[in-house]
């Protein structure tokens, strides 16, 4: 089983790829998270990493795709894996496609979780977190038992600049720019599923299993 899930900021595929990860258990492949682990690891490629990242530039599409590759080799892959959000052009699909197919691999299925984007700004757009123990709430659906006073430590609760409406209005038009030819891409391979990712998370996961589990 080896899949890539796909979506814009905010549609919760981070969340539905752990819970699918767990179900089936294979290992979700999250290029923030390898980023993270190369850079503390002190690799080659987390070396190189950390040099665009202390810049605050973007990490370039070799870099990120090595890590990938170095991920998807490794033996807890075998029986497959989940991949969050890569990848993201068509580019990097290509790739992507290439290093699986030296292996004699290639994917199984492409998912893509859609909601309305109106939904992805009151999601974003709601959430808070502590700015001192980093727990997270949502003004809506997760909110405080005290205003704006995180419950486990009472420290306040601040908005992240990215997720402010006009960044998230922003970070959604560029995800729509770069991701809809990629879309396209997998359909016409016949890879790509797409999932209605409104609702409860249990909701959704449920969804995301009967697909996964059909034929």
Request: hydrophobic letters at 35%; proline letters at 6%.
């Amino acid at each position: 089983m080896r899949m890539v899930f796909l979506g814009a900021p905010g549609v919760g595929k981070g969340t539905q790829a752990e819970l699918a990860a767990l179900k089936f258990g294979v290992p979700k492949i999250s290029t923030g998270d390898l980023l993270r682990a190369a850079v503390v690891q002190g690799t080659s490629l987390g070396r190189e990493a950390k040099e665009y990242m202390d810049r605050g530039d973007l990490v370039p599409d070799q870099v990120v795709i090595g890590l990938v590759e170095e991920k998807v080799g490794a033996p807890e892959c075998t029986k497959g894996f989940i991949l969050d959000g890569f990848p993201r052009t068509v580019p990097q699909a290509d790739r992507l496609s290439e290093l699986l197919m030296a292996k004699g691999q290639s994917l199984d299925k492409v998912v893509c979780f859609l909601i309305p984007r109106e939904e992805v700004v009151q999601r974003l757009g709601g959430r808070r977190g502590c700015s001192r123990c980093s727990a997270v709430y949502h003004v809506e659906f997760v909110p405080p038992k005290n205003d704006g006073v995180c419950d486990e430590c009472g420290k306040e609760l601040v908005q992240r600049d990215d997720d402010r409406e006009e960044t998230v209005r922003s970070r959604l038009s560029v995800y729509e720019e770069q991701t809809a030819p990629l879309i396209e891409y997998y359909r016409e391979k016949n890879l790509l599923s797409e999932l209605n990712g409104s609702g409860p998370v249990d909701t959704v996961q449920k969804r995301l299993v009967a697909l996964l589990s059909g034929p």
